[in-house]
């Protein structure tokens, strides 16, 4: 079975662009959510779905983080404009309900110069 | 809030046995959780505690006590490959983002021959 699928791997942009981070769960898993890692903050939710409405964004940085999850199978972190300082491996998890085990995407390595 | 302790760093010898604590406060808890992650990769799923007590699964064993806000990962016959950061999470019983998992910062266990 496919685990959950993230898109780009790594980004490397410059400060100012937009970033589309992309994320395809576990198929049947109803509950998605996007972390953000960091040496110095760990692994910190930002925002999570369930049944792809948006439950809690109360851990996304700013305004220029936005998310969505138009289907079951597919969500969207963006970022505009994009800043040094979000730099960082954005993960994706999904389980099967909202106190299911999450399983982790590959992650994406993002780095703004 | 959650706040969330385990030990930076800790090695051990191939072979031995190691327990990684973690220490949590937290205003709620629904559920401890242990995660392994390679440098470089997703964390994965190891562990699943909510009641007081021990949980064995092969190798690795995660003990809870939830009077004592402590918890432990317990991993025998230590391998190479479980050198890895080892992240403690707590989920909390409040609505919204509170109801997620709060992850500690990890202990990057190394595996010495």
């Known amino acids: 079975d496919a685990g959950v699928i993230q898109s780009p791997r790594h980004e490397v942009t410059e400060m100012g662009q937009e970033v589309t981070l992309r994320c395809k769960p576990i198929?049947?898993?109803?509950?998605l959510f996007w972390y953000r890692q960091t040496m110095m903050r760990g692994l910190e939710l930002l925002i999570y779905f369930n049944n792809n409405v948006p439950i809690d964004d109360s851990g996304m940085p700013e305004d220029r983080f936005s998310a969505k999850m138009p289907n079951a199978s597919f969500s969207t972190l963006k970022i505009q404009p994009s800043e040094p300082r979000d730099s960082a491996v954005y993960f994706c998890?999904?389980?099967?309900?909202?106190?299911?085990?999450?399983?982790f995407g590959p992650g994406t390595r993002l780095t703004v110069l | 809030g959650q706040n969330i302790d385990q030990p930076t760093e800790m090695t051990a010898t191939e072979g031995a046995i190691v327990q990684i604590n973690c220490t949590y406060q937290t205003s709620g808890f629904n559920g401890l959780f242990w995660y392994q992650q390679h440098a470089g990769e997703a964390p994965t799923f190891l562990s699943y505690n909510v009641l007081d007590g021990l949980e064995e699964k092969g190798r690795f064993s995660s003990f809870l006590s939830r009077s004592k806000g402590y918890s432990y990962l317990l991993l025998k016959e230590l391998q190479m490959k479980d050198s890895a950061s080892y992240l403690c999470a707590v989920r909390g019983i409040s609505s919204g983002s509170a109801r997620q998992l709060t992850f500690g910062s990890g202990t990057q266990l190394t595996v010495l021959p």
């Open positions: 198929s049947g898993h109803n509950s």
């Open positions: 998890a999904s389980s099967s309900t909202p106190d299911g085990t999450q399983y």
